[in-house]
T-cell receptor, first 112, second 117 residues
Framework: GEDVEQSLFLSVREGDSSVINCTYTDSSSTYLYWYKQEPGAGLQLLTYIFSNMDMKQDQRLTVLLNKKDKHLSLRIADTQTGDSAIYFCAERTPDSWGKLQFGAGTQVVVTP | DTAVSQTPKYLVTQMGNDKSIKCEQNLGHDTMYWYKQDSKKFLKIMFSYNNKELIINETVPNRFSPKSPDKAHLNLHINSLELGDSAVYFC????????????????FGQGTRLTVV
């Protein structure tokens, strides 16, 4: 989406950490989300963060938010082959009835 | 136990035909959505309904007509299909409300891959 930008591709070795970056433009965004899409599958919500938080950790996933720079990142620790997928960043603004503005997605390829 | 289910999963049809995609959610959510994912994987919202009322219509051609018979269902009917309609269509639902600042997760169906030939 024009308001949410992501790098398109990331290659990572199994066992290493992956970091996927996202920038957004709407300063009124309240929640920022990470979704995972495996080939031929739907969108799986991984995690989300409220815009007044700096960090959120959930098992192998760590979300970092720099509100000043409007920068969001998702770190996956100990990346596994099952983590190969497209990862979408999305933002939601308060007056939008939950409408999500998505980034173009980052294709993550995990190599043995 | 599927939270958001869409049918069919695959749909292949000829140009000019009319087709429907059905969506049902059993999460008790008030708001449902249709998103379109194009060949480059870009996702964009098309429509949203809250309690059977249309609340978002993102400049989608009027060949696309959503219908919500009740708040658990949101169907998408497409008239006079064109080649450019080929995409994956995702249904989603959430408890979002206007101006709401609390986070509400949106849950997505598995998608319907529409191919127009």
């Amino acid at each position: 989406g024009e308001d949410v930008e992501q790098s398109l591709f990331l290659s990572v070795r199994e066992g290493d950490s992956s970091v996927i970056n996202c920038t957004y433009t709407d300063s009124s965004s309240t929640y920022l989300y990470w979704y995972k899409q495996e080939p031929g599958a739907g969108l799986q919500l991984l995690t989300y963060i409220f815009s007044n938080m700096d960090m959120k950790q959930d098992q192998r996933l760590t979300v970092l938010l720099n509100k000043k720079d409007k920068h969001l990142s998702l770190r996956i620790a100990d990346t596994q082959t099952g983590d190969s997928a497209i990862y979408f960043c999305a933002e939601r603004t308060p007056d939008s009835w939950g409408k999500l503005q998505f980034g173009a997605g980052t294709q993550v390829v995990v190599t043995p | 136990d599927t939270a958001v289910s869409q049918t069919p999963k695959y749909l292949v049809t000829q140009m000019g035909n009319d087709k429907s995609i059905k969506c049902e959610q059993n999460l008790g959510h008030d708001t449902m959505y249709w998103y379109k994912q194009d060949s480059k994987k870009f996702l964009k919202i098309m429509f949203s309904y809250n309690n059977k009322e249309l609340i978002i219509n993102e400049t989608v051609p009027n060949r696309f007509s959503p219908k919500s018979p009740d708040k658990a269902h949101l169907n998408l009917h497409i008239n006079s299909l064109e080649l450019g309609d080929s995409a994956v269509y995702f249904c989603a639902s959430s408890q979002a409300r206007q101006g709401q600042k609390r986070g509400t997760e949106a849950f997505f169906g598995q998608g319907t891959r529409l191919t127009v030939v």
